[in-house]
C-alpha cells in the first residue's frame, strides 16, 4: 500500500541529533517518545500535554511554549489510536486501483486524494494488479485497519465479501467498473457511446476495414467498448470478420502480434480503434513502421499525443471527474445523505488530431 497524502515521513536516521542521549536513541525502532516522556521534559502534567496536542483550551502560552519545545526536541508524533477506539473512525479511506503504474490512474487517485482531504481524511492507495483475488485481500486487509470507506477500481465480478463490511458502515463506491453479485454505487465513464463515437469517426473518413484491439473480454470496459465497435459496424451496415478483433492481455507482445495480424493478409485493415491507453501506445510503434498509412482512433489519451505526427485522435475519459465524483459520493455516504445505490455515467470527448482523420490507403 502507498500512502499518497503528501506527508512528509523522515526516517528515524534523518531526524534531529541534538536531542539528549536517553532511551529513545538507542534502537531504531520500538521506542517512540510518548506524551508521558513530552511531559517530563516540559516539566507539566500528562493532562497538560494531552491539550497542547489536541488543541484544547486551559493551557497558558507559556506553558503551550515549553509543551511544544519539547515535543520538537523530542520528535513526538501523536498516535492516533487511541483516539480510533474511542471514536470508532478513522478518517481515512482506502483506493484500490488497478494498476499505480497506470497513467490513467494518476489524476484519479490525485482527484480523490485532493477530496479525502478536503473532508480531513487520509487516503490510502493499493493496487490489485488485475488479480481478484489480491483485490479482495487487499480490501479486506484496509477494513481491518478500520478505513472509514473504500473506492474500488474491481479486478474481480463477485463481491459479495465486501457484504459484511458494508452492513458495518464501510462507505463503498465503486468506479470504472460495476460491482458483481451485489448493490453499490458505481461511477463509470461511457465506454460504449465513446467507442461507438470513435468507429463511427474511422467510418466518416471513408473506413470499412476497421480493426478492434482491446483488453480481456471479462473486464466489463473491455466488453462495453466491444459492444460500441461493433454498435458502429452495424449502424453503417458494414459486416465485420472475426479476424479484425482481438480481445486479450495488453503486454506489447501480444498486442504487436494482432496488430500485424491485422495489417497483413489479402485484405487487411485500414484502420485500428485501439481499446485502451496501452493498446494505443503499442499501435503506435507498430504503425511507425507500417509501410502504408494506417488510421487509428485510441479510447483514453495518452501523453504527447498532439506532438506525435499525425497527432494521436482519442477517445478521452475525465479521469479526475471519476474520481472526484465516487470520492464525494463516497462522503456523501459517510454523512447518511444517500441511501439507494447510484449508478453514474459520465460522458467521453473525440479529440480530433490527425490519426484518426487519414483516409484508407486503398
Not at 47 to 67: F, H, I, L, M
Not at 181 to 191: F, G, M, P
Not at 193 to 210: K, N
Not at 329 to 349: H, N, W
Request: some cysteine.
Amino acid at each position: 500500500m502507498d500512502d499518497r497524502t503528501g506527508q512528509r515521513i523522515v526516517p528515524e536516521t534523518a531526524r534531529r541529533t541534538d536531542r539528549p542521549a536517553d532511551r529513545h536513541t538507542g534502537t531504531r525502532y520500538g521506542n517512540r517518545p510518548t506524551m508521558k516522556d513530552v511531559a517530563a521534559r516540559a516539566g507539566v502534567g500528562l493532562k497538560t500535554v494531552s491539550r497542547v496536542v489536541n488543541g484544547e483550551a486551559g493551557v497558558t502560552p507559556d506553558t503551550e511554549r515549553r509543551v511544544q519545545e519539547a515535543i520538537e526536541a523530542l520528535g513526538f508524533r501523536r498516535n492516533d489510536s487511541a483516539r480510533v477506539l474511542r471514536k470508532g473512525r478513522t478518517a481515512s479511506i482506502g483506493l484500490v486501483l488497478e494498476d499505480l503504474a497506470d497513467p490513467f490512474y494518476g489524476p484519479l487517485s490525485r482527484a480523490v486524494e485532493e477530496v479525502a482531504r478536503a473532508h480531513g481524511a487520509l487516503l490510502i492507495n493499493g493496487s490489485s494488479a488485475e488479480d481478484p483475488d489480491r483485490e479482495q485481500e487487499l480490501v479486506l486487509a484496509l477494513c481491518a485497519r478500520r478505513v472509514d470507506g473504500l473506492v474500488i477500481i474491481p479486478a474481480g465480478d463477485d463481491h459479495r465479501y465486501l457484504e459484511p463490511e458494508i452492513k458495518a458502515g464501510v462507505a463503498t463506491v465503486f468506479v470504472d467498473r460495476p460491482a458483481g453479485r451485489i448493490d453499490a454505487d458505481v461511477v463509470l465513464s461511457d465506454s460504449f457511446g465513446g467507442a461507438r463515437d470513435g468507429v463511427a469517426h474511422l467510418i466518416a473518413h471513408g473506413h470499412r476495414r476497421i480493426g478492434f484491439i482491446g483488453d480481456m473480454p471479462r473486464i466489463h470496459t473491455a466488453a462495453e467498448r466491444l459492444r460500441g465497435y461493433r454498435a458502429a459496424m452495424e449502424d453503417a451496415g458494414i459486416p465485420v470478420a472475426d479476424s479484425w478483433m482481438s480481445l486479450g492481455g495488453t503486454d506489447p507482445e501480444r498486442v504487436r502480434r494482432a496488430a500485424e495480424e491485422m495489417l497483413t493478409g489479402p485484405a487487411p485493415v485500414t484502420a485500428i480503434f485501439a481499446g485502451n491507453n496501452r493498446v494505443t501506445v503499442t499501435v503506435i510503434r507498430v504503425l511507425a513502421a507500417h509501410s502504408r498509412p494506417v488510421a487509428l482512433v485510441g479510447f483514453d489519451d495518452i501523453e504527447l499525443a498532439d506532438l506525435l505526427q499525425p497527432g494521436v485522435t482519442v477517445v478521452a475519459q475525465d479521469a479526475a471527474a471519476l474520481g472526484s465524483t465516487a470520492a464525494e459520493r463516497l462522503f456523501r455516504q459517510l454523512d447518511g445523505t444517500l441511501v439507494t445505490p447510484e449508478r453514474i455515467e459520465l460522458p467521453t470527448r473525440l479529440i480530433t488530431r490527425g490519426s484518426g482523420e487519414l483516409p484508407p490507403a486503398d
